[in-house]
């Protein structure tokens, strides 16, 4: 098997890194958070992504929203090894090493933006939101999902979810890091 063309890849994945490393943070503030670390997702979902990168079509939609379906995709992945792990009386082993396995470049972006402020003040901002909220952020803001499937996840109206999204950003927008992470509507 050939590898997909790294600078590509890395090139790509730097206008959405950011917003990659606050998903997997609020994803790891979750049940998913008691088997891996944010920096572990971020790291196998960039691996597992770079690995597919050969099937992303962008006539198909935009590689954030198909890096997202892979996160997505690492993230069930992870809860499933490790309910098995626990059924069988051990302690999950979720990820093997992959850090051969991505790019330089890539990984390089990844550490630092897990020390960037301005993401870190973002997420600080982002843990005073009620869960619903929070939710909303996750699947319009950093996923980038549509919001008729937004409402459907959240049980609401279009046009609530929509009147939500509106006043949820304009509240996110007060910080500069904001103008990264969200997904434009």
Same mark, same amino acid.
């Given at each position: 098997m050939s590898l997909p063309d790294a600078g590509a890849f890395s090139e790509q994945y730097a206008g959405m890194a =950011?917003? +990659? %490393?606050?998903? #997997?943070?609020?994803?790891c503030q979750a049940v998913l958070g008691r088997y891996v670390e944010a920096d572990d997702l971020v790291q196998e979902? &960039?691996?597992? /992504?770079?690995?597919s990168y050969a099937k992303f079509d962008a006539t198909r939609g =935009?590689?954030? %929203?198909?890096? !997202? @379906?892979? /996160? =997505?995709?690492v993230a069930a992945d992870m809860l499933r090894q #490790?309910?098995?792990?626990? /059924?069988r009386g051990f302690g999950p082993d979720l990820l @093997?090493?992959?850090a051969g396995g991505v790019p330089e470049d890539a990984t390089t972006l990844s550490r $630092?933006?897990? $020390?960037?402020? @301005?993401?870190? $003040? !973002? +997420? %600080?901002?982002?843990s005073e939101l009620d869960d619903e909220d929070r939710k909303l952020l996750?699947? $319009?803001g950093l996923e980038g999902l549509q919001l008729a499937e937004v409402a459907r996840l959240i049980e &609401?109206?279009?046009?609530?979810a929509k009147k939500r999204w509106q006043r949820l950003r304009a509240r996110l927008q007060q910080l500069p890091a904001a103008n990264e992470l969200l997904e434009r509507d």
């Open positions: =950011s917003a +990659l %490393r606050a998903w #997997a943070v609020l994803q979902v &960039c691996f597992q /992504a770079y690995r =935009s590689f954030r %929203r198909w890096v !997202f @379906g892979v /996160a =997505s995709h #490790a309910a098995r792990a626990r /059924a @093997g090493s992959h $630092r933006v897990a $020390r960037d402020e @301005g993401l870190l $003040r !973002f +997420l %600080r901002r982002v996750v699947w $319009r &609401c109206s279009e046009e609530t």
